[in-house]
């Protein structure tokens, strides 16, 4: 990486991802040139930037938005980003689509430059592939929207140089980003951690054990998270959250624990997206009624816990093969999906053989590879020793 750590930044994709990429760098106090194909994109980001960085100074909360603005610049060419020392790829998930784009970066950009992509579920090592010089592309994975959530999530390929992420790292610091470093494996930390916040409520509404709003209820009132999993799920759209499910369960080989659910593909092919296309689970139409919860403490207690277990199992996993350190699982479970408090924490405070215990118990009962426990949590629960320290 540059020596001068206020290189310009270039952005490629002008969407949701990559304008607030954009903003994040340019507040930090890099020059940031954003490319876009399409330029009606182009123009509306750089609408947007203006309006949210004049809000902002409004509020109080930039002292000089204008300077910001002046740091931000649009193109439609590659050329453009000749000077950068960091070019982030924000562009439709699309394998062969990224791959070009990076292969046509390195014809433009110094030997120096570093090439990150914001995929949240395609292999860096495949993207990397592309270039000619692989060792300088790694992935930097914000999180929606980028100027408010702390995390971001730094994963070397293969190929990448050894201590390049350490240095990823340390700009995201000065950034204000919570940086933390994770393996090049499907859904990184937060995109395979959750999955079964979404995935183990599905299972209990489909099996008719409680309904969405009972479920939404126990999650949030009896277990302290900010959403329940089916408002979540249709305010993320059903479009984005059963598609990461499905890429994460083929990119695990058909992992059992990863299955989609039924219920959700069906409402993905009716068009029932969520918030935004007015129905999901949920329906926004004005004055629709709403489904009650059933306030059953003791049952929603029941239900609770079971998401609980296989999100502490999925957080223990990912510790035994080591995805990230404990100290970044709990990092980016708090501030990459805002969970109460980390996984780790959470399993160490109810105790790792309580935890199992309740994760056999399902496996017994449905006799689902998707039960099984992961054989740290069961060394854990035996020896009883803590997770974290
Ligand atoms: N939206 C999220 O919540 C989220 C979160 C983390 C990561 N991501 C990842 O970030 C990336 C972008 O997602 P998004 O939600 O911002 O998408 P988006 O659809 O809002 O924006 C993508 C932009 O890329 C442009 N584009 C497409 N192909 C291009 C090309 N070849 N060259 C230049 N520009 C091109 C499009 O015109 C569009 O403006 C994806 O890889 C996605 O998986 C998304």
Redesign the pocket.
Known sequence: MQTDQRFPVGI???????SGIAQVAAMAGHDVIV????PA?LEKSKQQLGATLLKLQEKGKLADAQAVINRLSFATDNNAFASCGLVIE????NLE?KKK?FAGLEDVVSASCILAS????LSIASIASACKRPERVLGI????PAPLMALVEVIPAVQTEAGLPEQVKALMLQWGKAPVIAKDTPGFIVNRVARPFYGEALRVYEEGIAGMATIDWAMTTLSGFKMGPFILMDYIGHD?NYVVTETVFQSFFYDPRYKPSFSQKRLLEAGWLGRKSGRGFYNYAEGATQPEPVQDEVAGRKIAERILFMLINEAVDALQWQIASAADIELAMTKGVNYPKGLLQWCDELGADYVLAGLDALYDTYREDRYRASALLRKVGIERIKLIA
């Open positions: 490629i994709g002008s969407g949701a991802m990559g490319l876009d194909s399409n994109a924000a562009i439709v998930e689509i784009v914001n995929t949240s579920s994975h914000f999180f929606n984005v």
